[in-house]
């Protein structure tokens, strides 16, 4: 690897003309003048240029290259000059090749351009610092079944950390997005079906991320997954209302409430009009009834979109003034790369009278917001030095913030006959191809991660160590048919106490993703069926078959309609959600019981891809007169009519999940039972641990709207709280339920919290709802 020491002399003789890096003495390089009078003052002072580039992504890649680390100074030169705004530096390559290139772009940014503006520093960060060797968490829609915000915030503080040391500034994360849609890849992305979760767990990461000065990007706004057939960036259907009831909610929790730095527009189009240039969605939602004041990205390659996938101009060669009027006009102030660079056209747009320079000023003026809060005029570099590095980066706390956090979204389905946990002085036979081998990490994961990390084997041969006997057989690849390692899977399981048999779906990291490496879950990879495929559920049974008890485990990134025939055949069943790079460990940590589960499932699991959409909060009138007919194992039919031979309900519901110990409810209360919109009322109610066992339980609180103008949701969940009870204990759960949160749009898509009667439910899951009392909402 060439050393970049010598960069600033390549740099110096790059002929960088009017180095003053800013007018000392002005308003803007003033960190006591307020924000407003620093844009206004700057403002004033770029040119049209300068604008421009303030709104265009560029990336590390034009000085130095991310194989060898050697410098190019005037890639940098031309790089600062048309895209400024921030660049990427997801790259594998090694930490002092980032920290190096960021630190010489932003020396370059304060001290040799005129206005010495410093660069939003930038990668992907869903579930760790997109970065070689940092901690890998586990992924979203897994992270989410904790229940446990407080925990996600500091997971969110870690990844801060790990980035901030390479001074890296701002993260693609997190998500607001909602799992609505199974078939559809990035499933494993996202939180949860539930809106008002997956706004609790976005808005926590985006606190935490943003404790430490790195600016979270809300994405992807808004409504993206739900697509047409479950394919990657297809339209979705749906109106205002929709819009406004199910799928806004998440976002504005985490945009508005969190405070996040920056939006990411998505992909798709949402009742035909494209994301990237929805103004209804960026400017009357965003902006006129959030007062959102950061800036919007595209996603990469984003606004080519306008013309090269929903033919709203020309697409070759692509009208990029076009998409400057669409996307620009309509709130996407920023474009990433990726794409054609079509905000480059904005100097020669503005010159000609084409493009109005006070919308560039205000995009402007959104993106110099971020860098004057975050205080990168005062501190625009915040790595350290590269022997420093791993005193911040894979530090042994997050590693076992990594695991604690993974054991906590672990989800126990099934423990017929108390059969976990496990002794360690079992004699344990693990099977399959997520067992060992690789890391069936979720995308969004750096390059050749895979190899790297506790497998399930890995976590139970260390557990037992010393104590009992751990035997390992593949039985199949994951992606094939081929049965021939069977038999010695078989003899395994047939000569332990107990196997523990682990299959699933598979995704990979980007560049393998989108180089075209088999997968059945990630980012553009969507799926008509949700089977296990190959010969892994045919090894399931086989080990089932020997009759020693088996515990299934399926490690996936979305629901797994095989679930219906493991539930009923296996002795224990777990779901475990893409893991953390600690998975075998947190694994281990719930079989052998040294963690009791807790992990609620953040997705419903369906009976069958045919009954999806399968969420919980489906609207008043759904799933009517279910009438389920069966096609048993033994061949006996039994017809119904809804559906035919199967049924619209879920086999594992929204909110669900075991633990190895029980909990009874009682005594639920409100702090009043009649209250107006504007109070706020306190549920509590009394949780005992009626088991010999320590435990935690997730209280969840839902409320179904009586009677209302429109059709809403049958029931909702508003709240809920996980608590740590001791065997035999009670605790009285306390659950804030802000009256303004019940409310609706109405028929003329106004916000109204309708008086009348509200049920206010308590349970263990969206189904296992163990007490309700009335709230009456005056007016
Ligand atoms: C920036 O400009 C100054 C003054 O012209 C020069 O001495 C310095 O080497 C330049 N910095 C870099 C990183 O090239
Ligand atoms: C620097 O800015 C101050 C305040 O805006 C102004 O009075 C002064 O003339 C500027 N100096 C230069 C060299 O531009
Ligand atoms: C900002 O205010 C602090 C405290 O009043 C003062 O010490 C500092 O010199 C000021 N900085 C500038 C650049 O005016
Ligand atoms: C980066 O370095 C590698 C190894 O030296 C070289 O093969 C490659 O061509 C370089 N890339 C560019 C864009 O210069
Ligand atoms: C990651 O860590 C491993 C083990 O310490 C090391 O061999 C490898 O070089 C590191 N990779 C990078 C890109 O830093
Ligand atoms: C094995 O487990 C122990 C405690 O459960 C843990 O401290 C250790 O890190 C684990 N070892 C490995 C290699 O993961
Ligand atoms: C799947 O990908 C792996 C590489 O990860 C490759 O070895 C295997 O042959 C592929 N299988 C199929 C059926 O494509
Ligand atoms: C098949 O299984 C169903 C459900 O358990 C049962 O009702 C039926 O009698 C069985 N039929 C035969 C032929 O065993
Ligand atoms: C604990 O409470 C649950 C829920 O009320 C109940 O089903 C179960 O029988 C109770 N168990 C014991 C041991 O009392
Ligand atoms: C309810 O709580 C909100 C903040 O969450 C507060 O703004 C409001 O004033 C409270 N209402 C009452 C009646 O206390
Ligand atoms: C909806 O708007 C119409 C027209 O302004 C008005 O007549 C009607 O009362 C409104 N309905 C509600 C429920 O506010
Ligand atoms: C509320 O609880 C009662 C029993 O106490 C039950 O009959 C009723 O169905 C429950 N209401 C709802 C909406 O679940």
């Not at 600033?8 to 307020?34: D, E, F, M, W």
């Not at 606004?303 to 996307?327: G, N, Q, W």
């Not at 949780?687 to 997730?698: H, I, K, L, P, Y």
Request: glycine share 8%; hydrophobic share 40%.
């Amino acid at each position: 690897m060439k050393s970049i020491i010598s960069a600033s002399c390549l740099l110096a003789a790059a002929a960088v003309s009017a180095a003053s890096g800013g007018n000392r003495t002005a308003v803007y390089k003033n960190p006591n003048a307020s924000v407003d009078d620093r844009i206004a003052d700057l403002l004033k002072r770029m040119t049209i240029e300068d604008k421009a580039a303030q709104l265009v992504q560029g990336d590390i890649s034009n000085w130095i290259n991310t194989t060898d680390g050697s410098f190019n100074a005037s890639g940098l030169v031309w790089n600062m000059q048309y895209r400024a705004s921030s660049f990427y530096v997801g790259y594998p390559t090694s930490w002092s090749v980032i920290n190096d290139g960021v630190r010489i772009a932003q020396d370059y940014l304060m001290h040799n351009t005129t206005l010495g503006i410093p660069a939003l520093v930038q990668t992907e960060g869903i579930h760790g610092f997109l970065m070689p060797n940092a901690t890998i968490f586990n992924s979203p829609i897994g992270y989410a079944c904790s229940f446990n915000p407080a925990l996600v915030q500091k997971m969110a503080e870690a990844i801060g950390q790990e980035a901030r040391a390479l001074g890296v500034n701002q993260l693609f994360a997190p998500l607001g997005d909602l799992a609505r849609e199974l078939r559809y890849g990035r499933v494993e992305e996202s939180f949860s079906e539930d809106g008002y979760l997956a706004g609790e767990i976005a808005y926590s990461y985006v606190v935490g991320l943003q404790s430490q000065k790195v600016a979270a990007t809300v994405k992807h706004f808004a409504a993206v997954a739900s697509p047409e057939q479950g394919l990657n960036t297809g339209p979705v259907h749906g109106g205002p209302r929709e819009l406004l009831t199910t799928y806004m909610p998440s976002y504005k929790r985490a945009i508005v409430d969190g405070g996040a730095y920056s939006v990411m527009s998505a992909y798709h189009c949402y009742d035909g009009v494209p994301a990237v240039a929805n103004s209804y969605m960026l400017t009357d939602i965003l902006r006129k009834s959030w007062g959102y004041k950061y800036f919007v990205t595209s996603d990469a390659g984003g606004t080519d979109r306008l013309c090269s996938a929903f033919y709203m101009c020309r697409a070759s060669p692509i009208d990029k003034e076009a998409i400057v009027s669409l996307a620009l006009t309509a709130g996407t102030d920023a474009e990433m790369g990726g794409g054609s660079y079509n905000y480059q056209q904005i100097p020669e747009m503005v010159k000609a009278g084409r493009l109005s320079e006070a919308i560039v000023d205000t995009a402007v003026s959104r993106v110099l917001r971020v860098k004057f809060e975050l205080g990168l005029f005062e501190t625009p570099y915040t790595g350290v030095p590269d022997d420093q590095a791993s005193k911040y980066i894979h530090t042994p706390e997050t590693v076992a913030l990594a695991r604690q956090l993974d054991a906590e979204s672990i989800v126990l389905l099934e423990n017929h006959n108390d059969i976990l946990p496990l002794k360690k002085t079992a004699k344990i036979a693990v099977i399959g191809p997520m067992a060992h081998g690789f890391m069936n990490y979720g995308d969004y994961v750096p390059y050749k991660s895979q190899y790297r990390g506790v497998t399930p084997l890995d976590g139970i041969q260390n557990a037992t160590a010393g104590q009992g006997t751990v035997t390992y057989a593949q039985g199949c690849e994951r992606w094939s048919n081929d049965e021939s390692g069977f038999p010695e899977a078989i003899s395994a399981a047939e000569a332990a106490d107990v196997a523990v048999v682990v299959v699933g779906t598979w995704s990979r990291d980007q560049t393998e993703l989108w180089a075209g490496f088999n997968a059945t879950t990630g980012e553009h990879i969507d799926t008509s069926s949700l089977d296990l495929v190959g010969a892994m559920p045919r090894l399931v049974s086989a080990i089932i078959d020997t009759g020693k008890p088996t515990v299934v485990v399926l490690s996936s990134g979305k629901p797994i309609t095989d679930a219906v025939w493991i539930s009923q055949n296996a002795s224990a069943f777990i779901q475990q959600f893409y893991p953390s790079e600690e998975g075998g460990n947190a694994l281990a940590d719930v079989l052998f019981g040294d963690v009791n589960p807790s992990g609620k499932l953040s997705v419903s699991f369906p009976h069958s891809v045919g009954a999806l959409p399968n969420f919980y909060d489906y609207l008043n009138s759904g799933r009517a007169w279910p009438d389920p007919g069966v096609a048993y194992p033994n061949g006996t039919l039994r017809f119904g009519s809804s559906y035919v031979l199967d049924t619209p309900l879920p086999l594992y519901e929204f909110g669900y999940g075991k633990s190895y110990s029980t909990f009874a409810y009682s005594n639920l209360q409100l702090s009043k039972s009649t209250a107006s919109a504007s109070d706020n009322i306190t549920v509590t109610v009394d949780v005992t641990n009626n088991s010999t066992r320590d435990g935690t339980e997730v209280v969840q609180l839902y409320v179904k709207d009586v009677v209302a103008s429109v059709v809403v949701p049958n029931i909702q969940l508003k709240g809920f709280s996980k608590v740590a009870i001791p065997a035999g204990a009670t605790k009285t759960v306390s659950i804030p339920l802000p009256v303004r949160d019940l409310g609706l749009w109405d028929i003329n898509l106004t916000y109204v919290v309708e008086p009348g009667d509200f049920t206010v439910l308590v349970g263990s899951s969206s189904a296992d709802l163990r007490a309700n009392v009335t709230l009456t909402v005056v007016a």
